[in-house]
């Protein structure tokens, strides 16, 4: 699926580039906590959680109890999982993948 018009410019191009040479889960703290607010990153990682649980069949009520993430984010990460660009579905499966290593 190719980008999103509305995203795609050389500004979020570079962004993602710095990501992408990113060596290990170290350079990806330190890249983030100088990019992102604390609290950006732990909403960042709890829409990944949420998006997992859902995968997995967990209920609203159950993602809310684990995550502390309110129904609007749960719905709006739904949306995303489910409507969406297959972003969440692809991590989420490279993750699985590195599990099962």
């Known amino acids: 699926m190719p980008a999103n018009p ?3 410019d050389r500004l979020t191009d570079q962004l993602f580039q710095a990501i992408l040479s990113l060596k290990n889960e170290e350079e990806c703290y330190q890249f983030f906590e100088d990019v992102c607010t604390i609290g950006e990153l732990k909403a960042m990682a709890q ?6 649980l859902l995968q ?3 209920t609203y009520d159950d993602i ?9 984010t ?7 999982l489910y ?3 297959d972003g969440y579905k692809t991590v989420l499966a490279y993750l699985e993948e590195k599990k099962a290593e």
Not at 74 to 79: A, E, T
């Open 56 to 58: 997995a069949g967990t």
């Open 64 to 72: 809310v109890a684990i995550t502390g993430a309110s129904t609007a």
């Open 47 to 52: 829409r990944l959680e949420v998006a997992r």
């Open 74 to 80: 749960i719905s709006r990460v739904k949306r995303c």
């Open 6 to 8: 509305k995203l795609k």
């Open 83 to 85: 409507y969406g660009a």
